[in-house]
């Protein structure tokens, strides 16, 4: 008897959620994609290389120079005398700790523009989201999901709109 309950029970539900699924219209929206490929996540990027350009090239500098006075240590070691060679390992010590303190502000640095670059473009990209949702009547938009049809993929549109945009 319990069991004649249970599944006329669960036959019911799923009666129901088909029903209450007919009329529900659904999107999805790869934001990863989005992040790439929309036209205010391409200038942010453009924004962000030439901000940071000179930095790394003076961090590339500065990693040519920690190579070169490596070789010359290496290589020249026995010609050096002693207070020479203690001269050269305390500077490539120095540079080598420099060289370290920038790259580490560098990357600091970057990742702190890189991350107010993209929580712009991500308020826009959820606005767009939002008007798309309501012109069009969506009951739900999901985004980064395991596995999404891609008949429910929106996410072009979302380019498109963030495209339009300034």
């Given at each position: 008897m319990k069991v004649r309950t249970l599944s006329v029970l669960a036959l019911a539900l799923m009666g129901f959620?088909?029903?209450?699924?007919?009329d529900t219209k659904i999107g999805f929206v790869n934001s990863e994609r989005v992040m790439r490929d929309a036209a205010p996540a391409v200038r942010a990027q453009q924004r962000i290389e030439k901000e940071f350009a000179k930095r790394e090239q003076e961090l590339q500098r500065m990693a040519k120079d920690l190579e070169a006075l490596q070789k010359d240590l290496?290589?020249?070691?026995?010609?050096?005398?002693?207070?020479?060679?203690?001269n050269k390992e305390r500077a490539?010590?120095?540079?080598?700790?420099?060289?370290?303190?920038?790259?580490?502000?560098?990357?600091?640095?970057?990742?702190?523009?890189?991350n107010e670059e993209?929580?712009?473009?991500l308020e826009k990209a959820n606005q767009a989201v939002k008007q798309i949702a309501?012109?069009?009547?969506?009951?739900?938009?999901?985004q980064d999901t395991v596995y999404a049809n891609p008949r429910i993929d929106i996410t072009d549109k979302v380019v498109k709109a963030l495209s339009d945009t300034k």
């Open positions: 959620a088909h029903t209450a699924s007919a290496d290589n020249e070691k026995p010609k050096f005398s002693e207070a020479e060679r203690r490539f010590g120095d540079l080598n700790r420099d060289f370290q303190r920038k790259q580490r502000e560098f990357r600091e640095d970057l990742n702190q523009r890189r993209l929580a712009s473009v309501e012109s069009e009547k969506y009951d739900l938009i999901l």
